[in-house]
């Protein structure tokens, strides 16, 4: 049964309303990156283009690199971007869009995050590079969906929910692992870790400005859970979501970040651009 047009939404262009993507356009390998602009960084990478476009914070790029082709995305800020970016990914990869019905055959896709983010222990400095083997979702949007168990660490849940002892009034957590595949390719070398992804960027991350938050002792608090040897290295605002839709929509995903904020020391990284460009380039390299 075809699904309505108010539902799966597509551009005039019959392209995904908000990425612009079809199944055409889009590679089985997408990279993701939170701002817009550094999706023209894969230009110096790629060895050619075959497609651009940009709607709103989301620009895309489909190239090849050693023969291997990529689609680089930007996803803008936040979770709820990231339900937009990894329903539509899915639709380009899974659906006739013409006909707005599933294909019969599933395509799988490797999706990487390649973004920045805040360190949560002394020892990961600014600077240093994290791939993420779980994320823990504080933001409750995989909530809002029926999936199965696949990828889901409800052990792991329970016990991280234990260690919080959160307000009922907040998004109940969930816990969702990364690629190992993935893992294995691009995460030699750096730290691994278990990677928070808040609802926002101040109080969620316990940044108090005007507006105290209501965990006073947010970061000390995850920075001392851990799972089965891993312990919880960063935050940040899109990994669990990432994660989550991958593993309900039977795709593979992977987040290296950057570390541009050492909280426990209170350092800022101003200017990221040089290790940015070499981290996307070790992910490229990693992938091919």
């Given at each position: 049964?075809?699904?309505?047009e108010?539902?799966?939404v597509?551009?005039?262009?019959g392209s995904?309303?908000?990425i612009?993507?079809?199944?055409e356009t889009?590679?089985d390998?997408?990279l993701l990156?939170?701002?817009?602009?550094?999706v023209?960084?894969?230009?110096d990478?790629?060895?050619?283009?075959?497609?651009?476009?940009?709607?709103?914070?989301?620009?895309a790029?489909t190239?090849?690199?050693?023969?291997?082709?990529?689609?680089?995305?930007?996803t803008?800020?936040?979770?709820?971007?990231?339900?937009?970016?990894?329903?539509?990914?899915?639709?380009?990869?899974?659906f006739?869009?013409?006909?707005?019905t599933?294909?019969?055959?599933?395509?799988?896709?490797n999706?990487?995050?390649?973004?920045?983010?805040?360190?949560?222990?002394?020892?990961?400095?600014?600077?240093?590079l994290?791939?993420?083997?779980?994320?823990?979702g504080?933001?409750?949007?995989?909530?809002y969906?029926?999936?199965?168990?696949?990828?889901f660490?409800?052990?792991?849940?329970?016990?991280?929910?234990q260690?919080?002892?959160?307000?009922?009034?907040?998004?109940?957590?969930?816990?969702?692992?990364?690629?190992?595949?993935?893992?294995?390719?691009?995460?030699?070398?750096?730290?691994?870790?278990?990677?928070?992804?808040a609802?926002g960027f101040?109080?969620?991350?316990?940044?108090?400005?005007?507006?105290?938050?209501?965990i006073?002792d947010?970061?000390?608090?995850?920075?001392?859970?851990?799972w089965?040897?891993?312990?919880?290295?960063?935050?940040?605002?899109?990994?669990?979501a990432?994660f989550?839709f991958?593993?309900?929509?039977?795709?593979?995903a992977?987040?290296?970040?950057?570390?541009?904020?050492?909280?426990?020391?209170?350092?800022?990284?101003?200017?990221?651009?040089?290790?940015?460009?070499?981290a996307?380039?070790r992910?490229?390299?990693?992938?091919v």
């Amino acid at each position: 049964m075809a699904i309505k047009e108010s539902e799966l939404v597509l551009a005039p262009n019959g392209s995904l309303y908000h990425i612009n993507l079809t199944g055409e356009t889009l590679a089985d390998n997408v990279l993701l990156v939170g701002d817009p602009d550094r999706v023209n960084m894969f230009k110096d990478i790629f060895e050619s283009v075959e497609y651009e476009s940009q709607n709103r914070e989301l620009h895309a790029l489909t190239g090849r690199y050693h023969g291997v082709r990529f689609t680089a995305l930007s996803t803008g800020m936040g979770c709820d971007n990231i339900d937009i970016v990894a329903t539509e990914l899915d639709a380009a990869a899974n659906f006739n869009l013409q006909s707005r019905t599933p294909r019969k055959e599933h395509r799988t896709l490797n999706w990487v995050r390649i973004g920045t983010c805040g360190s949560l222990q002394a020892d990961v400095d600014c600077g240093s590079l994290v791939a993420s083997r779980y994320a823990i979702g504080m933001d409750g949007l995989m909530n809002y969906y029926q999936h199965g168990d696949e990828g889901f660490e409800h052990a792991m849940e329970e016990a991280f929910a234990q260690h919080m002892q959160l307000d009922p009034k907040l998004a109940k957590p969930y816990c969702v692992r990364g690629s190992e595949m993935l893992l294995n390719k691009i995460g030699e070398g750096i730290h691994h870790g278990i990677t928070v992804t808040a609802p926002g960027f101040y109080g969620p991350q316990g940044r108090n400005i005007r507006l105290a938050p209501s965990i006073v002792d947010l970061n000390e608090k995850l920075a001392t859970f851990s799972w089965k040897g891993t312990r919880v290295t960063n935050l940040e605002m899109e990994t669990s979501a990432i994660f989550g839709f991958a593993n309900a929509l039977g795709h593979r995903a992977m987040t290296v970040c950057l570390i541009v904020a050492n909280r426990p020391a209170g350092t800022f990284l101003n200017d990221y651009h040089t290790p940015m460009r070499a981290a996307i380039g070790r992910v490229v390299e990693g992938l091919v």
